[in-house]
């Protein structure tokens, strides 16, 4: 069994930054691509970010190259550098892991993280 834990949401004002992070741990022999999606009221859930296990990234044509995402390989870790936040950026924030366990890969979402962005 794998569990994800996310950190790092929260409220702030325009302009300023965040930086989350999604953790898995128990039975990994390694991890596959690693994304970042957000859920705003009323709206879809759309991807925000990913990373392939070799370091391709890719991004929502709508962030403007305000979102940076990482992974730290080592600690099954994926992160989410958020500058110049937006009210529009307000949404919960969820990770997407791909996990290779001994049985094969396995999907696995985070709880979600509260992102607010508000004046």
């Known amino acids: 069994q794998v569990q994800l834990v996310e950190s790092g949401g929260g409220l702030v004002h325009p302009g300023e930054s965040l930086r989350l992070s999604c953790a898995a741990s128990g039975s990994i022999v390694s991890t596959a691509t690693m994304a970042w999606h957000r859920q705003a009221p009323g709206k879809q859930r759309e991807l925000v970010a990913g990373?392939?296990?070799?370091?391709?990234?890719n991004y929502a044509n709508s962030l403007e190259g305000r979102f940076t995402i990482s992974r730290d390989n080592s600690k099954n870790t994926v992160y989410l550098q958020m500058n110049s936040l937006k009210p529009e950026d307000t949404a919960t924030y969820y990770c997407n892991l791909g996990i290779v366990e001994w049985s094969g890969v396995k999907n696995y979402w985070g709880q979600g993280t509260q992102v607010t962005v508000s004046s």
């Open positions: 990373v392939t296990g070799s370091g391709t990234t």
